[in-house]
């Protein structure tokens, strides 16, 4: 069987265009500039429009372009250098972190959040009684948005089954942020005995693209992080990211950080 060359593999135009736009956004656009349409891209960069969209949409997901609802494609700004995650326990609403709480509401879970808070327990912390967690039980959805320098950067959906926190009444905060912060503040009393967490690329849904001004459909990490006490799931966050302005980077340790890094002109 033969090898191909790479050296003899032509390099996509649509590649090639992404290096020209590139350098056409650092001479000719400043940040926060509109770009002018696909028409007169196309046209000024003499390919088809098909092309263009491959080009523009590697630019996006390398954070030079940002797509906003309402306004069209425009420059990104330098990406901030805030680290997002951490390698530390703790739970959600500890310490001062740039998440803050929206709204939080109680009902019961759906198919794929029974799935997350039933999936059993960590080692060593409760893995059988995770699996013991039923549809008729309810769940507080706690919403909270990342903000980092005034930038919505992350939307998170903090699932917290009502039994994990029964100290929690509707008198004392019954809706809001007010609420939000009474489920974490309940939350916070409990003793953490370890969590785990994954993470995917995703599509942004039509809730978090709203939050992250983004459109639907925009590539996001997901990352999804589940909470374990001696008795099983406490609880389950499911965080989206932009991930035009992410990074993932792995440490001595193998653990994950996803981070904001400024961008660094090449």
């Not at 425009?74 to 709480?101: F, H, I, K, L, N």
């Not at 879970?109 to 039933?118: C, E, Q, T, Y």
Request: aromatic share 4%; glycine share 10%; hydrophobic share 40%.
């Amino acid at each position: 069987m033969g090898t191909t060359q790479l050296e003899t593999v032509p390099e996509p135009k649509y590649w090639h265009l992404k290096t020209v736009l590139s350098e056409a956004l650092d001479q000719d656009f400043a940040v926060g500039e509109v770009l002018p349409n696909e028409r007169e891209l196309a046209a000024r960069f003499g390919v088809a429009r098909a092309t263009l969209r491959q080009a523009l949409e590697q630019l996006e997901l390398e954070g030079r372009l940002q797509r906003r609802r309402g306004v069209g494609t425009t420059v990104a700004p330098p990406r901030v250098g805030v680290a997002v995650g951490s390698t530390q326990q703790g739970w959600p609403g500890e310490g001062v972190d740039g998440w803050e709480p929206v709204d939080a509401g109680e009902g019961l879970p759906s198919a794929a959040v029974l799935k997350l808070l039933g999936a059993g327990g960590a080692a060593g912390a409760g893995a059988d009684a995770g699996s013991a967690f039923a549809a008729d039980q309810p769940v507080h959805t706690v919403r909270r948005t990342r903000v980092t320098q005034g930038q919505v950067v992350a939307a998170e959906l903090l699932y917290v089954p009502a039994a994990s926190v029964p100290g929690l009444t509707a008198i004392e905060a019954p809706s809001g942020p007010a609420r939000a912060r009474a489920v974490l503040r309940e939350l916070q009393r409990l003793v953490l005995e370890g969590q785990d967490r994954s993470v995917e690329l995703g599509s942004a849904r039509a809730d978090d693209a709203k939050e992250l001004d983004r459109l639907p459909g925009a590539p996001v990490l997901v990352v999804t992080t589940r909470y374990f006490t001696a008795a099983g799931t406490a609880a389950v966050s499911v965080a989206t990211y932009r991930a035009d302005t992410c990074r993932l980077t792995f440490g001595d340790s193998g653990d994950v950080e996803i981070t904001h890094e400024p961008r660094v002109a090449s």
